[in-house]
């Protein structure tokens, strides 16, 4: 009879031993059951937890991307495998919230003070479009930030820098493993940008490249089931010329400063290597230099400006970025945007057409107060 | 699912459990054991429904003890025992019913455990079973773990047998860890790929569909159900090996049919027997004249279709089939058997590929709409990008669910097999264990 059972016991314990050895392995991160634990919550859990600690389990993962790349697939969670690029696709645009965007940056722009730009910074995906599977069903961003801008005719100057981007889609425009602009990117987004805030651009030349690291892996890396890809390099563009100095100082209230554009500590401290930019986006930054004149630029908007700012400080003795999404509607009413005299809204295609973050900008203040409710009522986000 | 048949849980926790409990035990309990471990299987899964479960086979168990007790007290008997039909049909209409209402998610195993005891009821009524009064072998014929997702339906003297002179041997469990394995695939790459290309493709924005893009909706929405089915079924039949039971075969290749009629009896093969055993043949089945093979074609088959819901497309899926089932008896089949194998095949392939064009729709409008648009008269393009990104990327999923539902392999293997038996053999073993290793992959 033991005889008889033998082959059925080997087989459970053969089996029990791969969840076992993920359990003892890797206690810390089994959930464990209580009474508050829903059980559907739990054996949820419990299924993650295994699959991120079975033996193995990073080559299985791996195993079941190159897999799947052989039965012809090249996205996976949204994400295109290029030639050595991650490339994120953002999808659709979110109709209404999209719509309620164009109509607050319209209304705003119309009662704006201070002469107002506006900038929609195409995605990896609609300008590396050599890396994506040819048939590959993307959203337009061209043609969207072309009738986006024709609905702000006239009431802000808008910046297109998609031909630009476009015509050099060779380059190393964008990282390969996160979404953002590298300094190369930003440096062509900024060519075209100081150009329109009447700007002679610098020339290249006149900028020290320094590679701070060749190791970097950024955010469309941690978020990416295919690994087999080499890291980024980050460079940073240093504006020489005239004994140029800046202060980069996050949030006022705290006083955190750098005299630096791009504060090398943060490359440990900070979110990832990219914190190296200005310090990292914490949602108020300002960055004064000791150039004798009197620009000022305010720029609202998200993390995909940054890139942008380094370039962009060799004109103005002082620049205010502001992330309306890291800051409350009181914190955004006691920004006084007249105390600056061009101000900038930009953001990332992907953040325009799914956030309605956007809408923020009705809180901003411009004009006398009574207009400002005015407008805050029509738009309410 | 929750503690599906095709999560890591399961594999590497609850199956090595379940069996070492199993194998542990001394002989006697080895049923009882593995009833537990069932009812806790379904407790962890959907422990708001055990109480109806239970409440349901305990009625049914009853119910067959005082078939016997009454002995030849008709009356009694007859009461009693429609009493338990009527339990069970309204148990499943109401369950069915209240699904497509959208009041509750279907119960887990509600209609495999019910047609099951239901069919014991009625062999007990009509003495072809005999009751031995063992509530835990009863509950575990019932209610099995492996089999509470799309059967097998299996008779209680098929199980009897088994256990009496249980086969634990090597042999067994090979054979069981080879259909496990098989039917795990098949449930998480080749099901699973089916309906992540049919979810791409109902995904296609309005504007962007096409000609083609409809036919491979109807081709992945088949695949996927039929790898599903297939992959549960090929599951419960390995499980069970492991555990000692040889389940009865649910689906043989019923794409390579070569009449329509063969195809119900290659697809879903044990409701099929089922509904044959005690609704066709009950009511005559085809001995009483034309009218009366009709109606009881039509009703079989519509409970055929009734079997995947409360719907008016899967009964019209079912007269769809009984139209094509009695056209063949009284008109088709002397030319079928005439032409050569690969026509009839491909009549009955394009006859089961169109049916799913009723089955997958959620109205006769939309399966309406699938059929204009298939034959180009919805004013569609043939294919655009959207479709065709699709299928460049999928392509390797749709060619391994054509080569599966076809028995190549199965013939190749053979083959081989009557050559160099020893090397297929390991062959073999080294295959499967190459198809477990990619399937916990895609599970990780």
């Not at chain 1, 209230?253 to 750098?258: G, L």
Request: glycine share 6%.
């Amino acid at each position: 009879m033991k005889r008889k059972i033998l082959p059925g016991i080997i087989l459970a314990l053969a089996l029990g031993s791969v969840g076992v050895w993920a359990l003892i392995t890797n206690t810390g991160s089994f959930p464990k059951f209580n009474r508050y634990y829903h059980l559907d919550d739990y054996l949820d859990d419990l299924e993650a937890a295994l699959s991120r600690s079975i033996p193995f389990s990073d080559n299985l993962s791996s195993l079941a991307i190159d897999l799947k790349m052989k039965g012809g697939a090249r996205e996976f969670d949204n994400i295109f495998i290029g030639d050595d690029i991650l490339v994120e696709d953002i999808g659709y645009p979110d109709e209404a919230k999209t719509e309620q965007n164009i109509q607050a940056l319209t209304r705003f722009s119309e009662n704006s003070r201070i002469p107002t730009y506006v900038m929609l910074i195409p995605t990896k995906c609609a300008i590396k479009q050599n890396e994506v599977p040819q048939a590959a069903p993307l959203f337009n961003q061209k043609q969207f930030v072309e009738q986006s801008y024709n609905r702000l005719l006239g009431k802000a100057t808008v910046v297109d820098v998609y031909p630009t981007l476009f015509s050099k889609l060779d380059q190393d425009l964008y990282y390969k493993t996160a979404p953002d602009l590298t300094a190369l990117g930003g440096y062509y987004v900024y060519e075209v940008l100081a150009q329109r805030l009447d700007n002679t651009p610098k020339p290249q030349e006149d900028f020290d490249i320094q590679y701070i690291t060749h190791s970097y892996y950024g955010k469309t890396y941690q978020k990416s089931a295919y690994k087999d890809i080499s890291p980024d390099i980050i460079a940073l563009y240093r504006y020489q010329k005239n004994n140029r100095n800046y202060i980069v100082t996050h949030n006022e209230e705290y006083q955190y400063t750098y005299n630096t554009l791009y504060p090398e500590q943060m490359m440990e401290v900070g979110e990832d290597d990219l914190s190296v930019l200005l310090g990292g986006d914490t949602g108020d930054i300002t960055i004064r230099s000791n150039l004798k004149n009197e620009n000022t630029l305010l720029i609202v908007g998200d993390d995909s400006i940054l890139p942008v700012i380094p370039f962009l400080a060799a004109h103005y003795s002082q620049i205010r970025f502001i992330d309306l999404e890291q800051m409350s509607a009181e914190e955004i009413e006691k920004i006084d945007c007249s105390d600056y005299q061009r101000m900038l809204i930009s953001y990332s295609v992907d953040t325009f057409i799914h956030q309605d973050v956007v809408q923020k900008v009705v809180y901003l203040n411009t004009q006398d107060q009574e207009e400002m409710k005015t407008i805050q009522q029509a738009v309410q986000p | 699912m929750l503690l599906g048949l095709d999560t890591l849980t399961f594999l590497f926790l609850f199956l090595p459990a379940s069996m070492l409990v199993f194998y542990l035990c001394p002989s006697k309990y080895k049923n009882a054991s593995l009833a537990v471990m069932s009812l806790l299987f379904y407790a962890s899964n959907d422990w708001k429904n055990l109480p109806i479960l239970l409440l349901s086979l305990l009625f049914d168990y009853l119910v067959c003890s005082k078939l016997v007790r009454f002995g030849s007290n008709q009356k009694g008997r007859r009461t009693i025992f429609w009493s338990s039909i009527l339990k069970n049909i309204l148990l499943m209409v109401l369950a069915m019913a209240m699904m497509e209402l959208g009041w509750i998610t279907m119960p887990l195993g509600l209609l495999v455990y019910t047609v099951t005891s239901m069919g014991y009821v009625i062999d007990v009524y009509n003495g072809d079973e005999r009751f031995d009064g063992k509530i835990m072998d009863y509950l575990l014929f019932t209610c099995f773990f492996a089999k509470l997702y799309a059967g097998p339906i299996v008779q209680y003297s098929q199980l009897r047998e088994q256990w009496e002179n249980r086969d634990l041997s090597l042999e067994r469990i090979n054979t069981g860890m080879k259909l496990s394995v098989s039917g795990l695939a098949k449930l998480v790459i080749l099901a699973g790929g089916n309906i992540q290309i049919q979810t791409a493709i109902q995904e296609i924005t309005p504007g962007e569909e096409s000609v083609l893009s409809v036919w491979f909706l109807i081709i992945t929405s088949t695949f996927a159900l039929y790898y599903t089915l297939t992959g549960y079924c090929d599951m419960a039949r390995g499980l069970g090996n492991l555990f000692g039971m040889q389940l009865p075969e649910n689906f043989h290749y019923p794409f390579q049919s070569r009449t329509v009629s063969d195809f119900f009896n290659r697809f879903n093969i044990t409701v099929t027997q089922f509904i044959n055993r005690y609704v066709y043949v009950f009511l005559g089945g085809d001995t009483n004249g034309v009218l009366s093979t009709t109606v009881n074609t039509l009703l079989t088959t519509m409970l055929m279709g009734l079997w995947f819901g409360i719907r008016l497309n899967y009964l019209v899926w079912g007269i769809y089939f009984a139209g094509f089932i009695l056209l063949e008896k009284y008109f088709l089949m002397k030319y079928l058997q005439k032409i050569p194998p690969i026509f009839d095949r491909m009549y009955t392939f394009v006859v089961v590929m169109f049916s799913f064009t009723i089955f997958s729709g959620d109205s006769l409008k939309t399966t309406g709409y699938f059929l204009k648009s298939m034959f180009g008269l919805n004013s569609l393009p043939i294919f655009n990008n959207a479709i065709l990104y699709i299928l460049s990327t999928n392509y390797l999923v749709i060619l391994l669910s054509f080569f599966f539902a076809t028995s190549l392999l199965s013939l190749i293997g053979k083959m081989i097999r009557n050559k160099v038996s020893h090397i297929t053999e390991i062959g073999g073993t080294v295959l499967y264990l190459g198809v477990f290793v990619a399937t916990i992959s895609f599970m990780i």
